[in-house]
């Protein structure tokens, strides 16, 4: 396998001068720049529709993509819309304000599907994508209709005829829910041409994507409502159990994540169909899957429904090798990454020794300890190796809070690898990890843009189990420089990291 380097980069931190990170202009300006230093992967976040806390992992639908993300100026050149539309959006590169945003952007992406219907210019191609996505649209677009008279009730509190899906309701509701089935349609058909066109220049460039797939779903999708009966659901459609992780050294009471349970039993009488549609469709946008919490494949730990902390779940066997032996006969143009971090147990490392799929290691999970599974000394080849996911601090907020002790041992650690490969032990610590990273027989290495840039604690994109501020930071517009490029270029090339 070759060795790789590549980028993390949400698609929403983007600097768009549309209040948000899109498909525009400079998602394809970013492919340049992983061109110019010689990276072959960029890795996004998952690219579905958010609700609550606006988390990419929490989305009323595991098979649509976020308007948000959609270029307007694109709808500008297509006639839909006209600049003085989206000026009203234009502002300096911030933080994303959702619920302004949000709205806004709604507001003129309904002007346009209005104005792409009126000229009836690519009808034949909507209905194309409407046949293909048939699977999911219809109900999805039903849901959103339903969850507006709902006002945002969760489904199984709906009245009955509406959460059990009576076959009569749901002819009549194909007909109330019409206007959103079609705007639904455009924004989705807009999303995916507006990506195809961005992954098609992304892969002429030699630049691969790697997507992101969360293991669950939010309880309240459109997903649980079409399916209940693939997820602990009683047959009243209560909520029996939720997923969550258990305590730990950083957590006493655990995690409580909240998202209703899948049923496995159900998806073994049914060969998995409903995840072979899943992944089908992730293969359609990617070429590299990370498959979030891989762990719970192996087991997972559930908490009761109405419990208030994870600290009481229990341990249930998760599906195994034979849901990955299922999916790989049925899907094979995807490349796999098992994010296995959190509680590892042996069936753990059973099922990434089955599967062979590269592992995740994390530089901050072992550079304060003088030996562990995630020093870089330590990987094997078959792995994936960050300074930093998402959900840690940068690597600059995170080294400035080590103790003094945990700062020495990390200095040495570096140290010691450094010196032996001829590299500069002086360099500030973004740059003495990133070329860590670089030096290890890890096959694929992938650094969060605002570790190459040296940004510390505003740039930090999640913290878990918090709501407020995540997922809103945005990179500079000015973040592209020759000498930034010609330096990982140098290191690209200095560990044999850029063979096509």
Sequence with gaps: ????????????????????????????????????????????????????????????????????????????????????????????????????????????????????????????????????????????SIFLYLNKIYRGKIWNQWDRKDKVRDTNRLLELKIEAKEEYKYQSFIQYYFYKQWKKLKEYANENSIKIVGDLPIYVATHSSDTWKNPELFMFDKHLKIESVAGCPPDYFSKDGQLWGNVLYNWKEHEKTQYEWWTARIKHCSLLYDVLRLDHFRGFASYWSVKYGDKTAAKGKWKIGPRYIFFKKIENKVKNIEFIAEDLGTLTPDVFKLLKQTQYANIKVLQFGMAEWDNMYQPKNYPENCVAYTGTHDNMTIVEWYENLSKNEKFICDESLKDILEKNGANIWEPIQWRALEVLYSSKANKVIIPLQDILGLGKDSRMNTPSTVGKNWEWRVYKNYRHPDLENKLNFLVNKYNRNKD
């Excluded at 992983?34 to 996004?44: N, V």
């Excluded at 992406?109 to 409407?130: G, P, R, V, Y």
């Design 1 to 140: 396998m070759n060795r790789e380097a590549g980028v993390l980069l949400a698609i929403s931190s983007l600097p768009s001068p549309y209040g948000i990170g899109d498909l525009g202009e400079e998602a394809y300006r970013f492919v340049d720049f992983l061109k110019a230093s010689g990276q072959k992967l960029w890795q996004i976040l998952p690219l579905c529709p958010i609700e609550y806390g606006n988390s990419p992992y929490q989305s009323p639908s595991t098979f649509a993509w976020n308007f948000l993300y959609i270029d307007l100026e694109e709808l500008v050149k297509e006639g839909y819309l006209n600049f003085e539309d989206i000026n009203e959006l234009k502002q300096e590169v911030a933080p994303v304000n959702y619920d302004v945003i949000k709205s806004r952007k709604e507001f003129l992406l309904k002007k346009a599907s209005m104005a792409f219907f009126c000229k009836n210019k690519e009808i034949k191609e909507l209905q194309e994508f409407q046949e293909k996505n048939k699977f999911w649209l219809e109900d999805y």
